[in-house]
């Protein structure tokens, strides 16, 4: 995999993207607006657009989906397993 700038992403960093993971804040709003979401999203209100899906040893591919894919539309998702 490479970065933007075309050189290779150390082992490290991806690693790092791994396992270190951290939710530090939101920008949704207030809970009872993520509660609203939710719940429009699970009653058909909502319609969110997947681009794609990636699990597993992907993260490469997800990482350069999410950030380098000009043709991209939708959201990308990685699945931890």
């Keep these: 995999m490479r970065c933007r700038r075309g ?3 150390a082992p490290e960093i ?3 993207l ?3 993971v951290q939710i ?3 920008c949704i709003g207030l809970t009872d607006d993520l509660r609203d979401a939710l719940n429009d999203y699970a009653s058909g209100a909502l319609s969110v657009v997947i681009d794609s899906v990636f699990t597993g ?3 490469g591919d997800f990482l350069d989906r999410m950030y380098n894919a000009k043709d991209r539309l939708g959201k990308v998702v990685y ?3």
């Design 24 to 26: 530090i804040g939101n």
């Design 7 to 9: 050189g290779p992403i």
């Design 79 to 81: 699945c931890y397993d």
């Design 14 to 16: 991806l690693l790092g």
């Design 57 to 59: 040893n992907q993260v």
């Design 18 to 20: 791994l396992f270190y």
